[in-house]
């Protein structure tokens, strides 16, 4: 190899990056057309109340089925889409499809323990596209969901230092009624003063403190730490969820450190529809 000679020649490809690169170049030109052809598709992870255990609602994950690579998580073709701009056309396709799904939720399923609440992921473009708010307001009355039922997911690094332009259309959705979810909470160094300038009402635990969780005993110093994020949450008046749940240890102790909320193949893996509303008629029905 090349490399190995060292001086001055040049290196020769490494052919898994090339392969990386053919797929990657492949996947970008092949979006839009999936979009069309109707190549996405969501699965629904439940949102369990850890109070009592119940599904209160669930996250919205998109997934490609690709027809060459089979299904391609989001890891793979959202920073694409982001980059080409798809991402709009896309998320709003996200939306709609979990705002009805949400609606045809709640009305099978009745709404004992409050309705049922719909999770949805925005990316950093969605949230500078000037359609946000309109396209928001308009795919909840065509639908019929209340605001209330809806909570918009955005990264903590996505408003790490946002000025305020950007944070006025998650505003204007927050006093509509929609929840604001900070979505890897913990991993983006943001300064905890800054949380009260946000628009909002729950935080979501990345997965690596819940990881922390998983030996016995956990780690005295991630408790503590776990433990004043939810106090300081609360005292702030926000709901804790935690995602990345894996086995019942952790979701006792996230439960016994004031966790409001859970999500994780403790309780359930994503998938399709049908499988959320067995779930959630299973709970129900004791
Ligand atoms: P996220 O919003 O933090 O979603 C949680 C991720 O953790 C999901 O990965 C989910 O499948 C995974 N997960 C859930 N429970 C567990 C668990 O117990 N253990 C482990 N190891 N993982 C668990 P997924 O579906 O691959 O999604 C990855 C990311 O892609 C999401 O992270 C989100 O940032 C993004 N994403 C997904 N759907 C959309 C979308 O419609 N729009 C946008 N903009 N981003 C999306
Ligand atoms: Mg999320
Ligand atoms: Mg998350
Ligand atoms: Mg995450």
Redesign the pocket.
């Known amino acids: 190899r090349a490399k190995s000679a060292g001086g001055n020649r040049y290196e020769l490809a490494d052919p898994e990056a090339d392969a990386r690169a053919i797929t990657r170049h492949g996947l970008t030109t092949a979006l839009p057309a999936a979009l069309d052809r109707g190549e996405f598709f969501?699965?629904y992870?439940p949102l369990v109340h850890l109070g009592d255990d119940s599904v209160r609602g669930a996250?919205?994950?998109?997934r490609w089925l690709h027809p060459q690579h089979g299904v391609l998580?989001?890891?793979r073709f959202?920073p694409l889409a982001e980059h080409t701009g798809l991402?709009v056309p896309?998320?709003r396709w996200?939306l709609e499809q979990s705002v009805r799904q949400a609606r045809d939720w709640q009305e099978r399923h009745g709404d004992q323990a409050g309705p049922f609440r719909i999770n949805?992921?925005?990316?950093p473009c969605?949230l500078t596209h000037p359609g946000l708010v309109a396209d928001t307001v308009d795919i909840l009355e065509r639908a019929g969901l209340e605001p209330a039922s809806l909570c918009l997911?955005v990264?903590e690094s996505a408003l790490i230092g946002a000025d305020d332009d950007l944070l006025k259309p998650l505003r204007r959705l927050a006093e509509m009624g929609v929840d604001i979810a900070l979505?890897?909470f913990g991993t983006g160094y943001s300064n905890l003063a800054n949380l009260r300038r946000l628009p909002v009402s729950i935080l979501?635990l990345d997965?690596s403190f819940t990881q922390s969780m998983q030996q016995f005993p956990a780690d005295p110093v991630d408790l503590k730490i776990v433990e004043g994020i939810v106090s300081l949450a609360h005292s702030l008046d926000l709901k804790v969820t935690v995602?990345?749940?894996?086995t019942g240890a952790q979701a006792e102790q996230l439960k016994l450190l004031g966790c409001d909320t859970a999500?994780?193949?403790?309780y359930a893996?994503?998938g399709p529809p049908d499988r959320l509303h067995e779930l959630a008629l299973v709970d129900a029905t004791g």
């Open positions: 969501i699965e992870q996250e919205a994950l998109v998580g989001p890891d959202i991402i896309l998320g996200v949805v992921n925005l990316s969605q997911e990264t979505d890897d979501k997965r995602e990345g749940v894996e999500q994780g193949w403790y893996r994503p």
